[in-house]
C-alpha cells in the first residue's frame, strides 16, 4: 500500500491504494478495478469498508460505478497532484521544507506541483490561476507579505468554491482564517530578549520585517519580553524593513546610519539570520566587536549561521518536521473532509558566539 500508517482507518488505506494504481497506470482510465469481494479479501477488510473506499473515491471524480457491471476508473480521473506556492525558492528555508512537504506526498501517491512568489502579489495571483486551472486536489502556501493587506483574497474564495482545501506554513493571510502551521515566532521574540537579559543586557535593540507576519510575531515576542523584565523599549533603536529594502539597506553608504541608530545598544536581536550576518559583517567593518561590544542574536538557526564570521546565536525554524506536519494536515482534511488543529511549534535558542555577557557600559560612538 501507498500509506505505511497503520493508524489510519483501514478505508483510507484501501482509498489510497486504489488511487496510487491509478496514478501509477496500473489501472487505466476506463478500466474495471477489482471487485468488492476481491478487495476486501486481498487486504483482509469488510466488503462494507470496501464500498466506504469506493464511496470516497466517486465523490472525488476517480471512480464511477456501473449498476450490474462494476466500478471502473473515471476517464475524467486526473493525477494525485498538490501545489506548493513558496515565496523564494533560494531561500535557505525552502529546502528542509521543501523535503518534508515531498516525503509525505510521495510516500502517499501524490506528485508535487511548485510556484513561486519571489514576494510579489501579481506572481502570487498568477500561480493560483495555474493551480485553480489544473485542479490540483490541495494547496500548501507561504503566506506573501502576509501582515499587508492581500489583493488575492477573491481567488482563494474562488478555490474555496471550488473544493480545493489549501494550508498556510510561516505566516498566513488573517482575512481567510485559514488552517496553518507554523512556528511559534512570538515565543521566540520573548525567548531571545529573556536570553540577552540573563546576560546583562539592558538596552536592545531590534531589526524586524514590517511587511510579513513573521516579523511582527516576533517583534510582539520581543516587546513581551521588554514588559517580563521590566526593560524600556526605545523606538530609534528597532528598525523596520520591507522586502525590497533589505539589498539597501545594508550597503556601504547605509552603514554609518544602521550602526548611529544602533550605537547605544549592547544587543541587537535581529528578524532572521540573513540579517544578522549582514548585521554583523556592518559592525564588524565599523570595528565594533561581536559579542564584545555587541551581542546578536538571529532566528532559523539556518546554515548561514555557521559561515558568518562570528557564528550567530539564533532560534530554531521546524524547518522539514513543519513541512510534514503541514502535508499531513492536508492528506488528512483530502481525506476525510476534516481540517486538524492548526499547529504551532515551539523554537529553541541555539546559543553559539555571537552572545556574550554585557559590557560595563553602553558603547558609544
Given at each position: 500500500m501507498a500509506y505505511s500508517d497503520e493508524n489510519k482507518p483501514k478505508y483510507q488505506?484501501?482509498?489510497?491504494?486504489?488511487?496510487?494504481?491509478?496514478?501509477?497506470?496500473?489501472?487505466?482510465?476506463?478500466?474495471?478495478?477489482?471487485?468488492?469481494?476481491?478487495?476486501?479479501?486481498?487486504?483482509?477488510?469488510?466488503?462494507?469498508?470496501?464500498?466506504?473506499?469506493?464511496?470516497?473515491?466517486?465523490?472525488?471524480?476517480?471512480?464511477?460505478?456501473?449498476?450490474?457491471?462494476?466500478?471502473?476508473?473515471?476517464?475524467?480521473?486526473?493525477?494525485?497532484?498538490?501545489?506548493?506556492?513558496?515565496?523564494?525558492?533560494?531561500?535557505?528555508?525552502?529546502?528542509?521544507?521543501?523535503?518534508?512537504?515531498?516525503?509525505?506526498?510521495?510516500?502517499?501517491?501524490?506528485?508535487?506541483?511548485?510556484?513561486?512568489?519571489?514576494?510579489?502579489?501579481?506572481?502570487?495571483?498568477?500561480?493560483?490561476?495555474?493551480?485553480?486551472?489544473?485542479?490540483?486536489?490541495?494547496?500548501?502556501?507561504?503566506?506573501?507579505?502576509?501582515?499587508?493587506?492581500?489583493?488575492?483574497?477573491?481567488?482563494?474564495?474562488?478555490?474555496?468554491?471550488?473544493?480545493?482545501?489549501?494550508?498556510?506554513?510561516?505566516?498566513?493571510?488573517?482575512?481567510?482564517?485559514?488552517?496553518?502551521?507554523?512556528?511559534?515566532?512570538?515565543g521566540g521574540g520573548r525567548i531571545a530578549v529573556d536570553c540577552l537579559y540573563n546576560l546583562g543586557h539592558r538596552r536592545i535593540g531590534g531589526i524586524f520585517k514590517a511587511d510579513d507576519r513573521q516579523g511582527h510575531e516576533r517583534y510582539a515576542g520581543f516587546l513581551e519580553g521588554f514588559a517580563k523584565n521590566n526593560l524600556q523599549v526605545h523606538d530609534d533603536e528597532v528598525i523596520w524593513y520591507t522586502q525590497p529594502d533589505l539589498e539597501h539597506m545594508f550597503l556601504r553608504n547605509e552603514e554609518p546610519r544602521i550602526v548611529r541608530r544602533l550605537q547605544k545598544c549592547t544587543a541587537v536581536v535581529c528578524y532572521n539570520d540573513q540579517v544578522a550576518i549582514k548585521l554583523i559583517q556592518t559592525l564588524l567593518r565599523c570595528g565594533i566587536r561581536i559579542p564584545?561590544?555587541?551581542?546578536?542574536?538571529?532566528?532559523?538557526?539556518?546554515?548561514?549561521?555557521?559561515?558568518?564570521?562570528?557564528?550567530?546565536?539564533?532560534?530554531?525554524?521546524?524547518?522539514?518536521?513543519?513541512?510534514?506536519?503541514a502535508a499531513r494536515r492536508l492528506l488528512t482534511r483530502i481525506e476525510t473532509g476534516v481540517w486538524p488543529a492548526s499547529l504551532v511549534m515551539d523554537l529553541n535558542l541555539i546559543e553559539k558566539d555571537s552572545t556574550g555577557p554585557a559590557g560595563s557600559s553602553d558603547l558609544m560612538l
Open positions: 488505506l484501501l482509498e489510497n491504494w486504489i488511487r496510487t494504481k491509478v496514478m501509477d497506470g496500473t489501472f487505466t482510465r476506463g478500466e474495471k478495478i477489482p471487485s468488492e469481494n476481491i478487495l476486501a479479501e486481498q487486504f483482509k477488510i469488510s466488503r462494507q469498508t470496501v464500498r466506504l473506499a469506493i464511496s470516497h473515491l466517486e465523490k472525488k471524480g476517480i471512480l464511477i460505478s456501473r449498476r450490474g457491471s462494476g466500478t471502473f476508473v473515471s476517464e475524467a480521473a486526473h493525477d494525485m497532484s498538490i501545489g506548493y506556492i513558496s515565496t523564494n525558492i533560494t531561500d535557505y528555508i525552502f529546502p528542509s521544507i521543501a523535503s518534508g512537504i515531498e516525503s509525505v506526498l510521495t510516500a502517499n501517491g501524490y506528485s508535487l506541483t511548485l510556484g513561486v512568489t519571489r514576494n510579489q502579489v501579481e506572481l502570487e495571483h498568477q500561480q493560483l490561476i495555474a493551480l485553480l486551472n489544473k485542479n490540483v486536489d490541495g494547496i500548501i502556501i507561504e503566506g506573501n507579505r502576509s501582515a499587508l493587506p492581500n489583493p488575492n483574497l477573491d481567488l482563494y474564495r474562488k478555490l474555496d468554491e471550488k473544493g480545493i482545501p489549501y494550508i498556510f506554513i510561516n505566516g498566513f493571510y488573517e482575512a481567510l482564517n485559514p488552517p496553518y502551521v507554523v512556528g511559534n515566532d512570538r564584545e561590544d555587541k551581542s546578536i542574536i538571529g532566528f532559523d538557526n539556518s546554515p548561514i549561521s555557521e559561515l558568518s564570521p562570528v557564528r550567530i546565536t539564533s532560534l530554531t525554524h521546524p524547518g522539514e518536521k513543519l513541512g510534514d506536519e
